[in-house]
């Protein structure tokens, strides 16, 4: 039996809900010692949507040939999905 959780796609997640999604994933990548991805998502409060935008991109890339982080990456995908949500 897989200990994998099911994450439900949520595709209406508000300007807050995207901000803690990101400040999550800058906190487990820490916990993992990705200081690299970690620091992506650093002051993102506030920030104008295209930079956010910019910086799940960018994290997605890095993320792309590191499956051990499968979750991370699963956790971006939803943010992607809702980033037409930023206001």
């Known amino acids: 039996m ?27 990548a820490a916990g993992a010692g990705l200081t690299d991805l970690a620091k992506m998502f650093i002051g993102i409060e506030g920030m104008p949507a295209a930079q956010i935008e910019q910086r799940v991109n960018n994290a997605m890339k890095w993320l792309a040939d590191k499956p051990q982080h499968a979750r991370l990456t699963a956790t971006l995908d939803l943010v992607g999905m809702n980033l037409k949500n930023l206001k």
């Open 2 to 28: 897989s200990d994998e959780k099911t994450m439900k796609l949520v595709t209406n997640l508000d300007r807050g809900a995207i901000e803690a999604k990101l400040r999550e994933v800058g906190g487990d």
